[in-house]
């Protein structure tokens, strides 16, 4: 049990900020100039933190493997799933 809790702290923490990095890049527009004075001009990019969220509470409820493939799918996912929102609206 000691190993995988040594596992899971570093990877938890790492995924969780390479998801954040990501999120908020692609909330705030990429390197495309953003003409309006919003910090966020595409939110709904913030949903791949809802997904990487999903990742720990399967790690909570102690489904390791689950909780990996999610944490680190939580990007293609959001991904998959932001970008018609973001073409809506």
Known sequence: MR?????????????GI?????SAF????T?????TEDTFVAP???LIL???LVGVLFLVFRKFHASVKIMWLSIPIG???AFPIA???
């Open 31 to 35: 390197i495309a100039e953003n003409y």
């Open 79 to 81: 991904m998959v799933i």
């Open 87 to 89: 073409t809506l609206l």
């Open 44 to 46: 709904e990019f913030f």
């Open 26 to 29: 692609m909330a705030s527009g």
């Open 18 to 22: 390479i998801a954040f990095l990501f």
């Open 50 to 52: 809802v997904f990487w």
């Open 3 to 15: 190993a995988k809790k040594v596992t899971i702290t570093p990877h938890t923490v790492f995924s």
